[in-house]
RNA sequence: GCGCCCGUAGCUCAGCAGGAUAGAGCAUCGGUCUUCUAAACCGAGGGUCGCUGGUUCGAGUCCAGCCGGGCGCGCCA
């Protein structure tokens, strides 16, 4: 809502600059939109008189006037003040701005992009969810809603590796030491939560590798015949895998998360997308086959670098600058697993002129349907949609991956698509680790003279807090929230387990998406089963009391929010202007309108903690307004009714928001 | 050694396409429920924005160099 008033106020302004001092258009300075500290001061400010003083050597305040003075009517403002320090302040046309806020959303503008592929989730096979995942997942589903906001069609890809050594460590923990047939491990995995068996399975397999390194054979020859369809091997690493995926999508189907396909590196194998990647890179010589040195016999790319050693230096030696590669395909004809990824990158993006087959995995909560890659056309059902292909692609993985993300790009750069490495973007962020004390509650012996603030997360050692048993916590310290509040609800009713849910998955969601992305997040579980301040709760809240609020209404006077908005129509706008509570109300109808520009500001940045940050300042906002403005209680009719409509206006921002994070308002918390 | 990230209140963090008086949550202390739900609100205390220099009318924000911390840099995946 907002953006449009910034685009008609800076449009204007140029318009003005140009006449007033005959400014040449292409060089004027960029005139900044902000908001003054008070909305008493402004609702928009313009800074540009700053910029021009140099140039006009002239005081920044006769140029905001002469900016006043020149502006004329714009449409939606009210009017248009010189600061005596320079700023040009913009009073909107506050009754006509909120009546087109509550009219429908204008459709979003897609910004040139057909197609994005967002990558996210892409966990092992191979044990249960752990809270860095959910990260990972609420990152990527909260980017994959933000695009769509703004208009680009999204696909979302969530990659799995059922042929990497994780599945086969699992594989030889059924067979060697559960010592289990296929069709017991099958069994077995139809019983619950089949990922936390595995999950110390694996644990397991770690240590009785140490206690005998001689058993490593047993997981190289394992990784080799994963990749035999007609082994009994790949038989059982296909079934854990599947399972396990299985148990994946259930968990992230609690946090309101679902895909469009996934994507199982065993088809990219099977399929030989490598070959015809190796192809490519080959023929635009991006890869060159090396025949001396430690390297001899690889294919290597080389590595970006800003001074490339001089031909005629002779033997690189300690001082002279080392002119890296990175080896692709092994000396023994293997290719690397940058090789496997640049492939697959390469098929996203429509470069490589191959394809999977599909099939139908299943259909989700939502009735959205489920797509799997497949590499046979027998079992190929017709796919309605055309996957890959995107021209931008996001991945959204920790920072740990970037070096190899980076290689992505370059290979793009190196064969010749430029525009398709620029629109290769990995989305980092750093890792979630655990405070000393969730570790030490794990069970987790620290060392007392290593006083570190965090402890990592390990998969191999068991150590990190499972995704479900979080949910789960959250689920029923929730549930004791909500039936200490509300009488009529049964403890095991399906009204209290509906509201626990949409609380426990906005608190979680909430907690994953509010730090900046490249911190660490040293995962506290006190810190994150807390419900006050800032939280998802805390904005569900402030959205619940809204609809109390308006039901109220409904109730005591019959007014709904059409008959709401209706009434708005032919309203005095003297209570939006009134200097005292007036502020209040109209600060928030204000404020709420910013969602598009932060929206627009979260994908610029891929800063998805602005989303949340926005989200708990405008409920906050509310709840000011909720303790200083009573709206049913008001007894000056248009002073009730504008305020009824910042609170409708608010709620059905707040929800909109929430939404974006994949977050619900329940009717009642 | 090279690359990326982080350093702001006791703790955890916002603020960074420069702009008006550096904010929030937690914790501490003191208030507010016969009122639209106290998962809330109001108030108090608490800051050399790691250091030094530079650019600018203006720097927590941009640049350079330091200091401290984390991660990455394999013919592993």
């Excluded at 990659?159 to 030889?172: F, H, L, R, S």
């Excluded at 570190?452 to 998969?459: K, M, N």
């Excluded at 305020?643 to 059905?652: E, I, K, N, Q, S």
């Amino acid at each position: 809502m907002i953006l449009g008033m910034h685009a008609a106020v800076r449009s204007r302004v140029r318009d003005v600059l140009v006449d007033l001092y005959d400014l040449d258009s292409n060089r004027l300075p960029d005139v900044a939109i902000q908001y003054p500290p008070d909305r008493s001061m402004g609702d928009l400010g313009v800074t540009v008189a700053f910029e021009l003083a140099r140039v006009l050597r002239k005081a920044p305040r006769a140029i905001a006037a002469d900016i006043v003075g020149a502006l004329g009517p714009i449409e939606g403002v009210d009017r248009v003040e010189p600061a005596p320090n320079g700023y040009v302040n913009i009073f909107l046309d506050r009754a006509r701005f909120v009546r087109e806020a509550l009219g429908p959303r204008p459709a979003p503008a897609g910004r040139g992009i057909r197609k994005a592929i967002v990558e996210h989730t892409a966990i092992n096979p191979n044990k249960a969810a752990h809270v860095g995942h959910l990260r990972n997942a609420a990152l990527g589903d909260t980017l994959v809603r933000l695009l769509r906001f703004l208009g680009i069609p999204v696909e979302i890809q969530n990659y799995i590796d059922d042929t990497g050594v994780q599945v086969a460590d699992v594989v030889v923990g059924f067979r060697h030491i559960e010592q289990l047939s296929l069709e017991e491990v099958a069994a077995l995995s139809e019983r619950p939560r089949f990922d936390y068996h595995c999950w110390d399975l694996y644990t397991r397999v770690t240590a009785w590798f140490e206690d005998d390194p001689d058993r490593l054979a047993l997981r190289a020859r394992t990784l080799h015949d994963l990749e035999n369809d007609a082994d009994p091997t790949a038989q059982l690493g296909h079934l854990i895998a599947d399972r396990i995926v299985r148990c994946h999508l259930a968990t992230m189907d609690r946090m309101n998360i679902e895909y469009d396909l996934l994507t199982w590196e065993g088809d990219i194998l099977r399929l030989r997308f490598w070959s015809r990647a190796f192809e490519v890179l080959q023929q635009t010589g991006a890869i060159r086959l090396e025949t001396t040195g430690p390297q001899a016999g690889c294919w290597v790319m080389p590595l970006d670098s800003d001074t490339p050693p001089p031909v005629d230096a002779g033997p690189a030696d300690e001082g002279g600058p080392k002119s890296k590669s990175k080896v692709i395909v092994r000396s023994n004809g293997t290719v690397t697993y940058v090789g496997k990824d640049i492939a697959y990158q390469f098929w996203k993006l429509g470069v490589l002129e191959r394809d999977f087959h599909y099939r139908l995995h299943g259909t989700q909560r939502s009735g959205h349907a489920l797509w799997s890659t497949t590499s046979t056309t027998e079992e190929a059902g017709r796919s309605q949609a055309a996957f890959g292909k995107a021209d931008a692609v996001y991945n959204v993985i920790d920072t740990r991956q970037a070096y190899l993300q980076q290689l992505l790009k370059q290979a793009l750069t190196a064969v010749g698509r430029a525009r398709e490495a620029e629109r290769s973007v990995h989305v980092s962020y750093e890792m979630v680790a655990l405070s000393p004390a969730t570790a030490r509650a794990l069970g987790h012996d620290l060392d007392p003279d290593a006083e570190r603030p965090f402890v990592e997360v390990s998969g191999r050692k068991g150590l990190g807090v499972k995704a479900d048993d979080l949910l789960d916590r959250l689920t029923e310290a929730a549930r004791r929230e909500v039936l200490a509040r509300h009488d009529d609800l049964s403890a095991d009713g399906a009204e209290a387990h509906a509201i626990a849910t949409a609380i426990a998955t906005a608190a979680i969601r909430y907690f994953m998406i509010k730090y900046s992305r490249g911190k660490l997040i040293a995962f506290d579980i006190d810190e994150a089963l807390s419900f006050e301040g800032e939280s998802g709760p805390y904005v569900q809240y402030a959205a619940v009391r809204a609809t109390n609020i308006l039901r109220k209404l409904y109730d005591r006077d019959g007014l709904d929010d059409g008959a709401l908005v209706a009434a708005l129509a032919k309203l005095p706008a003297t209570p939006l202007e009134d200097p005292g509570d007036g502020t209040v109300a109209w600060g928030l109808l204000f404020e709420a309108a910013r969602l598009d520009e932060v929206a627009d500001q979260s994908i610029r940045a891929l800063e998805l903690s602005v989303l949340a940050k926005y989200a708990f300042g405008l409920a906050q906002m509310f709840n000011t307004f909720y303790h200083r403005c009573p709206v049913v209680a008001e007894e000056d009719e248009p002073t009730r009714l504008w305020r009824a409509a910042a609170v409708l206006y608010c709620r059905l921002q707040l929800t909109r928001t929430l939404a974006l994070m994949g977050c619900e308002v329940p009717p009642r918390m």
